[in-house]
């Protein structure tokens, strides 16, 4: 798909003066097609039908498998009721099955709510109720959890995937010796029905024409106050990025890229998967992090483009199976959803300068509200502690914090970014929506992150802090709020405060400080009773992994829980 416009413009634009600094191939704007992501995909694979789109523990797909797949999973999905407005629950890791879900349902018009496939029972009645979807796709090996739901609309079919559908016969077998034994059996389910019996049969349905403006996925986020709340994407707004991602990245036909980021997150649907397939390139998926495998992965398929986050790279640069390893394949390597410590930056570049390679390890900066990624380091001006410059056709400034008034370059103010890659809004929620999209006085409207930065006067952004309480824990959101709304709930308490330590392998730790109603009887026990209590209800990444008692929580001048204080104290 060529996505330049042929009669881009040499000038930069006075309200975007970081145009100058982009690298010479990357187009200053380009052409968005008004499609659906499956005519966008459909276009792509037209363009390199024998091209490998997918590969995945040694299997891989053409262009063309691919869409015949698609197709006959849009006619099994229309085959179980579902229509263009259904919302589909997908709790799966990266596998072939997510992939061709996502763009079956597409040609649906059915929205796709992707969600972590290790979330609790309780949370996934949660994503049941607050999207309404009758019908999930997930493995087998996370069907206790989905069966186990409780919503208030009964779920009335589950899709049943099996690592083993996209795997060698050899493989199969070899996988069903060494793993089924780790999986339950799953029970006589009348709701179940199984993804190798189904989308190869299918007759395609005709296609639904759904408007590009259209949410197309919905991806979840926590509030700061509640549980996590969806967050609406558009086919538009998810083919802008990446679009945006394939141009900035120089991802081409031919080119591959490890996708490590889960589908579940922006960044490994809009950047690993969606942005691959939208420049004919070839993703390797990856269902699970394991430095080990992604280091052997590295050696025998050579990708040319990583992305992850920071822990990603600490665990690559350490890693003894990279040593000796010729790096003069790698062509482009971006870091994410995190701030980057320059000791990683620089342990990784180091490790691929000693195999031969020139690539230096580039930040980047996006949120969910924005798909993913919409700003980067570009590769010819690097710039020391700058998260980068915004992408072709995205917009971005520095506002006072509440307001849309523009601070001077160089002064701290709230992030606020407009393009054609926002959200349409937040799931039945119009008064975050409004607080986050608002109008400004030049017509457009603009997302409020909610993140603090500065701007120099050349362009280049720089990230600072985050407005709302978000934990970064091995580069996964966790939201105190949400920890501490169970926790409150604990017969052994009477108030909790959640914070964010520093941590050499999670980047943060998740700590709960905690007063109990007998503090001279909260011991050991108590503790691990407390973060028992966690993990029945909140996925892994989101449990403390450290309870401290106190007597009392301090203050703020209000009456707030002074959590910057508590931070402050622990982290010293």
Request: glycine letters at 8%; aromatic letters at 8%.
């Amino acid at each position: 798909m060529n996505a330049v416009r042929p009669d881009q413009s040499a000038q930069v634009d006075l309200r975007r003066p970081w145009l100058k600094f982009y690298d010479c191939a990357v187009p200053h704007s380009l052409d968005y097609p008004a499609v659906t992501l499956y005519g966008a995909l459909a276009a792509s694979a037209e363009n390199q039908p024998e091209s490998v789109a997918w590969e995945f523990e040694g299997s891989r797909h053409s262009y063309a498998q691919l869409m015949a797949e698609i197709d006959s999973c849009a006619g099994a999905l229309a085959g179980l009721g579902l229509q263009a407005g259904d919302r589909l629950l997908v709790v799966m890791p990266t596998t072939p099955h997510a992939v061709v879900v996502l763009y079956a349902a597409a040609r649906l018009g059915v929205v796709s709510a992707f969600v972590h496939p290790l979330s609790t029972a309780a949370e996934l009645g949660h994503y049941l109720d607050t999207t309404g979807a009758q019908v999930a796709l997930t493995l087998d090996a996370f069907y206790p959890n989905l069966a186990a739901a409780s919503p208030r609309r009964p779920l009335t079919k589950i899709i049943l995937g099996r690592i083993q559908d996209y795997l060698s016969p050899w493989k199969g077998l070899l996988f069903g010796l060494t793993q089924r034994r780790r999986i339950a059996p799953i029970p006589m389910d009348p709701r179940v029905s199984d993804w190798g019996d189904w989308p190869v049969s299918a007759v395609p349905p005709p296609m639904v024409e759904s408007d590009p403006d259209c949410t197309a996925v919905i991806l979840f986020s926590g509030g700061t106050t509640d549980l996590p709340k969806g967050i609406l994407l558009s086919h538009r707004a998810i083919i802008a990025q990446g679009l945006q991602a394939a141009a900035w990245g120089k991802i081409g036909a031919g080119y591959s890229m490890l996708a490590i980021l889960p589908v579940f997150h922006g960044f490994g649907l809009g950047v690993c998967i969606n942005a691959v397939l939208m420049a004919g390139g070839r993703t390797l998926l990856v269902p699970r992090f394991d430095a080990a495998l992604v280091a052997k992965l590295i050696r025998r398929k050579r990708p040319n483009v990583l992305v992850g986050v920071p822990t990603l790279y600490q665990a690559l640069a350490a890693d003894p199976g990279l040593v000796g390893v010729d790096f003069r394949f790698l062509r482009a390597a971006f870091c994410g959803a995190d701030s980057l410590p320059r000791t990683t930056k620089d342990a990784f570049e180091a490790r691929v300068s000693a195999g031969g390679g020139k690539v230096r390890l580039l930040e980047g900066y996006g949120l969910t509200e924005t798909v993913t990624g919409i700003m980067a380091m570009p590769r010819e001006h690097y710039r020391e502690g700058s998260i980068g410059l915004p992408f072709p056709d995205m917009q971005a400034k520095i506002c006072t914090v509440g307001s849309t008034e523009l601070v001077p370059d160089g002064e701290e103010g709230e992030i606020c970014i407009a393009g054609p890659t926002l959200m349409n809004g937040y799931l039945d929620a119009p008064e975050a929506t409004a607080q986050a999209l608002r109008r400004h006085s030049d017509g457009q409207v603009w997302l409020h992150t909610g993140d603090i930065g500065r701007r120099d006067s050349d362009g280049y952004f720089y990230f600072c802090a985050r407005q709302k309480r978000i934990i970064k824990s091995s580069g996964y959101n966790v939201y105190p709020a949400q920890v501490e709304a169970l926790l409150q709930q604990h017969p052994a308490l009477t108030s909790v405060c959640v914070i964010g330590i520093p941590d050499d392998r999670q980047v943060e730790r998740v700590v709960a400080v905690v007063v109990p109603k007998d503090f001279d009887t909260a011991d050991e026990r108590l503790a691990l009773e407390l973060i028992d209590y966690c993990q029945q209800s909140l996925i892994k990444w989101s449990c403390p992994r450290q309870i401290c008692f106190q007597r009392q929580l301090p203050t703020t001048k209000v009456g707030k829980i002074d959590y910057r204080r508590l931070s402050s104290e622990y982290t010293q």
